[in-house]
């Protein structure tokens, strides 16, 4: 079966098309982020993007809108970043705006940094509130990197759905209740106005459940009369699980989320007459483990520390979370505005932030993965380098893993299928 990216998107759709341009235009950016207050959701913000360059800490609050936007968006939005202290905000619209609206937006929207840009995902161009910040990257990479990501945050979604059945089918299981409450502590660690409480929040959240995947894929195992191993496996490399691969791809996201956050409270730091002498104070008053601080210490020296996050982005939503060969890096550098070594050595901080056994990488024959990447997010991976490389077929970049990229294809094209059936007519 085929599938197609939407000619006439929904809301949803129109949303992820957005906030995938944001990130292959070079910007990390963070989705669909609700507020909640005792258990009814008070706002839900689009996207929020950090630029990867030197202008990291000048986030941007962008609030996509399929239809045309309204006077009334430009003050909602200043609003929302006036008491989310975000410095700039941006509507993005997939309608002209109405002629006799025109002149009160040129007026109106910089004085209060709130502004308004066109997009048409069929064909995307720079917008002018968020501008290209890889603009030595390649247009037919960066435009692969932006169809695949919408992709994927439409099969983020689709498998958030699945978690979601799954959890109201069990209403009195304590472990999804569990799952439930760690996906809302990573939620909410966002509305931090200190980035450095920001980490707290979700090193707390990692430490009140550690491993949570790994006990639901124990409980899956007990509630089947199933092998655990045989479910793990299932869940790296098949459709079967979903609800397990969404918490999977939850726990990696917090991970990259940790380090952001720490390069912007470092950041921040450095803006103080102490410079780092706070940041190293917060960091050991938190009782974060050391790790934690030898790696906000190697990221902080690098010369491309405010590409890091960004690059650990693309690496686990767009590139599957693994590498084939020079021509991943080369792609992967090229997005990311860094050095083929700065690559490998953003990459390596994982075992530095994280260390576990045996590090956090494993390679079988031409391919190197992070362990404990869901099937479908690895499907995404093989979808970048089939459209990016226009690959008819995977054994030409991996001759001998090739059938391994093709199983992870199809638990992405499962996936989406329910959604993004091409009209084969």
């Given at each position: ?152 945050l439409i099969a983020d979604r689709l498998v958030l ?9 069990h209403p009195n299981e304590q472990l999804f209740a ?35 995947s790994g006990e639901c894929i124990e409980w899956q ?205």
């Amino acid at each position: 079966m085929a599938i197609s990216l939407p000619k006439q998107p929904t809301g949803d759709q129109f949303e992820e098309a957005v906030a995938s341009w944001v990130r292959a235009s070079g910007y990390f950016t963070e989705n669909r982020t609700v507020f909640d207050y005792d258990g009814r959701e008070v706002l839900e913000l689009d996207v929020v993007a950090s630029p990867k360059s030197d202008k990291f800490l000048s986030r941007i609050l962008v609030d996509a809108k399929k239809a045309s936007a309204h006077f009334g968006d430009i003050f909602k939005i200043y609003g929302w970043r006036t008491f989310l202290n975000i410095p700039t905000g941006c509507i993005v619209h997939g309608s002209a705006l109405r002629e006799h609206e025109t002149a009160a937006f040129q007026q109106v929207c910089p004085k209060v940094a709130v502004h308004a840009n066109q997009f048409n995902p069929g064909a995307p161009v720079p917008l002018g509130s968020l501008p290209l910040l890889n603009g030595a990257a390649l247009d037919d990479l960066r435009r692969a990197a932006y169809a695949v990501g919408w992709y994927q945050l439409i099969a983020d979604r689709l498998v958030l759905e699945d978690f979601r059945t799954c959890r109201k089918q069990h209403p009195n299981e304590q472990l999804f209740a569990r799952a439930r409450e760690y996906r809302r502590a990573c939620q909410l660690s966002f509305f931090e106005a200190d980035p450095f409480r920001r980490v707290q929040l979700l090193y707390d959240a990692y430490k009140n459940d550690p491993g949570i995947s790994g006990e639901c894929i124990e409980w899956q195992a007990r509630r089947s009369g199933g092998d655990a191993k045989k479910i793990a496996s299932d869940v790296r490399d098949t459709t079967e699980f979903l609800w397990i691969q969404h918490l999977l791809s939850l726990e990696t996201r917090a991970r990259v989320l940790i380090i952001k956050n720490g390069m912007e409270a470092a950041l921040q730091s450095e803006r103080t007459d102490t410079k780092m002498a706070s940041f190293w104070k917060a960091v050991k008053l938190a009782g974060l483990p050391d790790n934690f601080g030898q790696g906000f210490d190697l990221a902080s020296k690098s010369p491309h520390r405010t590409a890091i996050p960004y690059l650990l982005q693309l690496y686990t939503e767009v590139f599957g979370g693994f590498l084939v060969d020079d021509t991943d890096y080369l792609q992967l550098a090229s997005l990311s505005g860094v050095s083929n070594q700065g690559v490998t050595e953003a990459l390596d901080l994982l075992d530095v932030f994280y260390p576990t056994t045996n590090g956090w990488h494993t390679t079988s024959k031409e391919v190197r993965m992070m362990k404990w990447i869901p099937a479908y997010r690895r499907g995404i991976g093989a979808f970048m380098r089939k459209v990016s490389r226009d690959l008819s077929a995977y054994s030409q970049v991996a001759p001998t893993m090739g059938w391994l990229l093709s199983n992870w294809h199809n638990s992405a094209l499962q996936i989406l299928e329910r959604e993004l059936k091409a009209d084969e007519k």
